[in-house]
């Protein structure tokens, strides 16, 4: 679990030195808040959407998936 955390850090991290704004829940977050956040809720699913505009990547978006509770997922 470390190991995937600390990787999603680097990988948001390196994002935000290009200028890439991270979002959590529709808040804006950074690199170790969403690692660790994602990271504590292990067991609960997130989508990631990539928003590009002019075809260059401007924000990442982590949005909490609700499954119905009769999912077989």
């Known amino acids: ?5 600390e990787k999603l850090y680097m990988e948001l991290s390196a ?7 991270i979002w959590l829940e529709g808040t804006p977050s ?3 808040n ?5 990271s504590i809720h292990e067991d609960t699913s997130y989508m990631r ?3 590009f505009e002019e075809g260059r990547l401007q924000a990442v978006s982590y949005t909490h ?3 119905p509770t009769n999912s077989l997922v």
């Open 34 to 38: 969403v690692s660790n956040q994602l």
């Open 30 to 32: 950074d690199s170790l």
């Open 1 to 5: 679990m470390v190991e995937k955390t």
């Open 15 to 21: 994002l935000e030195n290009r200028g890439v704004t």
């Open 65 to 67: 998936l609700t499954l």
């Open 49 to 51: 959407d990539y928003v």
